[in-house]
């Protein structure tokens, strides 16, 4: 059936409109005609978003690992389905085969079972972007254990509470990891974290680095004896429909992080979905997103996404930058890379440097670009534009969220006209809503609002672990019966959708997102701090950089404010990780706060970007003379 492929712009009208009147026979023809079940479902959807509840497929049983491997083995057994490209150019490439990667996802899970892991139990993995990445994520799921992959950038103290929230009883790591020129001695992180983690019982350990580590007698093993001892074959667990398939955190604007929860069978379908039109992935294609599995993004587009469709997926270890500023192309010409996904930040800093790192490489396999994260703006559209895809690439702008699970809204390439900065139409079964302030939805065209989703889609995530308020409130009390996105978006004439950023308190740097709380709580923590508030500035490469206005306690006011600033950005590294660290810093004696004690991050956030010409009304505030200072200071 054509409606799984999507090929010009009229069948992509009449597929979005099929999808959006009658939402069920829709995607139960998708699922049915694409995808392996062990049951069928009773009920394609129910769904409340008071509550909210949403259940796709009830009663189906599956097993992704099944759809993403087993299906496979018959007519693709010998193509590549990861493509390991490592760090260090010189190091050979590594072609897994699915059936060889359905061996390695066996003998994993059957490591796992051996260390007493079974399905619902949770396990964080914490691994460089290395082959055993994607076989861990792949070998929970085959049994039926919970994934939460921690980004392996993230600090100790980042690490401890992801583990601790979903009370994780295992994680797998590596000996250390290649950054670029530079090692990072990962274990000894991990160390630090479980100190804090009193339930995690068993560390599996992958040697990377070869390097020297601290194995704790009962609790850290080696995993190559154990893989090499263990069967391959390992029975799928039958999953239902709506058993958490994985858990990722994300960044809140308050709190701790929230533990997003994804789905089987809803998740699965969505990815594939999306990743089959918005690539217009072909057999023989080799794919690459640049992201890691860490965020959503490599979940769904380097792990699911691409081996549901029976792709050939290529995962790199290293940096754009190392050995040199050409290595992203070095590896689209020396393997042939025919769709690229990347983020707008990668862009700026590439973008940047001299030409010839681009112009050196043949870039001819190129058929399709793709950006996501953040907002890319016109320069960097245009430079990816012209010397990437030489204006024979169209750039698929995909606006999406960890939250959403898959692809929300986007060009699909060869069938949606593009425009540079616009993320255009939504995808099939998408229902965007543009709000007003009163909650009232904004109709037509050439409008902004906020932008809210009105009626459920498979991958959409079912709650917060362990907080299902949390959930309702961050997403489903805003607006009634729709599910509020954080983020602001204009209608233009035509209908193309453009993503205009944030309206909360996340601040998006270099593609990650940063809640505000948790890092002004690590700065307040730091002994000469009395009070902190940090905002977005516009960075020509980062897209946004922090700005902290920092309010010293007496004992603090005669310390050095340079060693200040290191040490508040160490604290902020070792609780945070280091994206989190301030570009800039400025000590102030107060900030402008409202008469109920709310900080105007307003205020600060025009301060911060230079625009002090403009800052509305402050006489309103409990202190607005701090608000002289705080500009003169900024200079
Ligand atoms: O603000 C939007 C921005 O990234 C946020 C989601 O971040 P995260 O959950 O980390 O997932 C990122 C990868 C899917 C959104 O709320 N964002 C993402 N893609 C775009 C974007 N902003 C503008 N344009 C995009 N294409």
């Given at each position: 059936m054509s409606n799984y492929h999507i090929k010009h712009l009229e069948e992509y009208f009449q597929v979005y409109r099929k999808s959006v009147r009658d939402p069920e026979s829709f995607w139960e023809e998708i699922a049915e005609e694409h995808f392996l079940w062990r049951k069928k479902w009773d009920k394609v959807l129910e769904w409340d978003f008071t509550k909210p509840e949403v259940r796709w497929f009830g009663g189906a049983q599956l097993n992704i690992t099944e759809n993403c491997l087993d299906r496979h083995l018959t007519t693709r057994g010998n193509k590549t389905a990861i493509l390991f490209e490592p760090n260090d150019p010189s190091e050979p490439a590594q072609h897994i085969s699915y059936s060889e990667l359905h061996e390695r996802v066996g003998r994993m899970a059957n490591v796992l079972k051996s260390k007493g892991i079974g399905k619902g139990d949770r396990v964080c993995?914490?691994?460089?972007?290395?082959?055993?990445?994607?076989?861990?994520?792949?070998?929970?799921?085959?049994?039926?254990?919970?994934?939460?992959?921690?980004?392996?950038?993230?600090?100790?103290?980042?690490?401890?509470?992801?583990i601790n929230d979903c009370d994780c009883k295992m994680l797998i790591t590596s000996d250390g990891s290649y950054r670029g020129a530079k090692t990072i001695d990962l274990k000894g992180i991990v160390d630090k974290a479980l100190e804090e983690c009193p339930n995690l019982?068993?560390?599996?350990?992958?040697?990377?680095?070869?390097?020297?580590?601290?194995?704790?007698?009962?609790?850290?093993?080696?995993?190559?004896p154990l893989l090499d001892s263990a069967p391959t074959d390992c029975p799928a667990e039958v999953m239902e429909a709506e058993d958490p398939l994985f858990i990722l955190y994300t960044s809140g604007s308050t709190g701790k992080p929230k533990g997003m929860v994804h789905s089987c069978a809803g998740y699965m379908i969505y990815a594939a979905y999306t990743f089959k039109n918005i690539f217009q992935y072909r057999e023989k294609d080799v794919y690459w997103c640049t992201a890691d599995i860490g965020w959503i993004t490599g979940h769904s587009y380097i792990v699911y996404g691409p081996l549901a469709n029976g792709a050939t997926t290529l995962m790199f270890e290293g940096v754009p930058s190392f050995p040199d500023f050409g290595r992203f192309w070095e590896v689209v010409e020396k393997h042939k890379v025919n769709q690229f996904y990347t983020a707008p930040t990668a862009i700026r800093a590439l973008a940047k440097e001299n030409l010839e790192y681009v112009e050196k490489y043949d870039l001819s396999s190129l058929k399709v670009l793709g950006t996501v994260g953040e907002p890319i703006n016109e320069e960097a559209w245009h430079w990816y534009n012209n010397n990437v895809g030489h204006k024979q690439s169209p750039i698929v702008d995909t606006w999406w969220q960890t939250e959403t699970g898959g692809i929300m809204i986007s060009p699909i390439p060869y069938v949606t006209p593009t425009t540079p900065t616009y993320a255009t139409l939504p995808f099939i079964g998408i229902q965007p809503a543009l709000m007003d302030e009163n909650g009232v939805e904004i109709k037509g065209n050439q409008v902004s609002g906020r932008?809210?989703?009105?009626?459920?889609?498979?991958?959409?995530?079912?709650?917060?672990?362990?907080?299902?308020?949390?959930?309702?409130?961050?997403?489903?009390?805003?607006?009634?019966?729709?599910?509020?996105?954080?983020?602001?978006?204009?209608?233009?004439?035509?209908?193309?959708?453009?993503?205009?950023?944030?309206?909360?308190?996340?601040?998006?740097?270099?593609?990650?997102?940063?809640?505000?709380?948790?890092i002004e709580d690590s700065i307040n923590e730091h002994p000469a701090v009395a009070e902190s508030?940090?905002?977005?500035?516009?960075?020509?490469?980062?897209?946004?950089?922090?700005?902290?206005?920092?309010?010293?306690?007496?004992?603090?006011?005669?310390?050095?404010?340079?060693?200040?600033?290191?040490?508040?950005?160490?604290?902020?590294?070792?609780?945070?990780?280091?994206i989190a660290k301030l570009d800039r810093i400025l000590f102030v004696s107060g900030l402008p706060k409202t008469r109920s004690g709310k900080i105007m991050r307003r205020i600060l956030r025009k301060i911060a970007s230079g625009e002090t010409g403009n800052l509305g009304d402050i006489s309103t505030l409990l202190n607005p003379e701090v608000v002289q200072e705080i500009i003169e200071k900024a200079g």
């Open positions: 993995i914490y691994l460089p972007m290395i082959p055993e990445l994607a076989v861990s994520v792949l070998a929970c799921a085959r049994i039926g254990a919970i994934h939460s992959v921690v980004f392996a950038g993230f600090s100790a103290t980042a690490l401890a509470t992801r019982e068993t560390v599996l350990v992958a040697k990377r680095i070869e390097s020297d580590i601290h194995m704790e007698p009962g609790r850290d093993h080696w995993l190559q932008l809210c989703i009105k009626f459920p889609w498979p991958s959409m995530a079912r709650t917060i672990w362990g907080n299902h308020a949390r959930y309702r409130d961050t997403y489903f009390s805003a607006y009634e019966n729709k599910y509020f996105t954080g983020d602001g978006a204009m209608r233009d004439a035509v209908g193309y959708y453009r993503i205009t950023g944030r309206v909360d308190d996340v601040i998006i740097v270099s593609g990650h997102n940063l809640g505000t709380a948790p508030a940090i905002v977005g500035f516009p960075h020509d490469v980062k897209g946004n950089a922090l700005y902290g206005f920092v309010i010293l306690k007496e004992t603090g006011e005669t310390r050095n404010r340079e060693n200040l600033y290191k040490e508040i950005n160490q604290q902020i590294t070792e609780q945070i990780g280091p």
